[in-house]
């Protein structure tokens, strides 16, 4: 499993979370270590016949201009699951490449779905997540708690990126 991060000491904090490889966005170009990392081999921005290189899922928070790049990060067949936009809404890419590789890129926002379809999901998070949460099997990567009246610093820390892991606003601190 491959992750990105924008400082090495969120790629640090990843490769402790199970990451095989954790790269640095800001200072190396992500597609080109995944072409390295995997062994792809890419001839004039096409995947070499010879080689199947690439990544199966790419779960992208950015979009914008790191589409193009994602899509050449791909292994035939890959997929790409679109879920925010904090890149931009608008994307060039070698549509090429996607026919050619079979790849599909999906997106997935919970916003406009009906009420009904979010309760389902909290439902399934209660009676399959909530378990695991209780007995430690899975833990939130918790940054730093604040009570609400202090929501004004959570909201610069959010702002800096400094943190790694969740900001958490705790009512119970009122």
């Not at 070499?48 to 994602?70: C, F, H, R, T, W």
């Not at 389902?120 to 399959?128: G, P, S, T």
Request: hydrophobic share 45%; aromatic share 6%.
């Amino acid at each position: 499993m491959f992750a990105t991060a924008g400082s090495d000491e969120k790629c640090t904090a990843c490769l402790k979370l199970g990451a095989d490889h954790a790269i640095n966005y800001k200072t190396q170009d992500f597609a080109e270590e995944i072409k390295r990392l995997t062994g792809a081999a890419y001839s004039g921005g096409m995947l070499s016949n010879q080689q199947a290189g690439g990544v199966n899922v790419i779960l992208d928070m950015v979009a914008g201009s790191y589409v193009a790049k994602e899509v050449e990060c791909l292994a035939e067949e890959g997929r790409l699951v679109i879920i925010a936009v904090q890149g931009g809404v608008k994307a060039e890419f070698n549509a090429g490449l996607v026919l050619r590789r079979r790849l599909q890129i999906t997106g997935s926002t919970l916003r406009p779905r009906p009420v009904a379809f979010k309760a389902a999901i909290a439902a399934n998070l209660k009676e399959k997540v909530w378990p695991l949460l209780e007995a430690g099997t899975i833990k939130p990567i918790i940054y730093k708690s604040f009570s609400p009246a202090q929501a004004a610093d959570a909201h610069a820390l959010m702002e800096s990126n400094q943190h790694i892991g969740k900001i958490v606003l705790d009512w119970k601190q009122l």
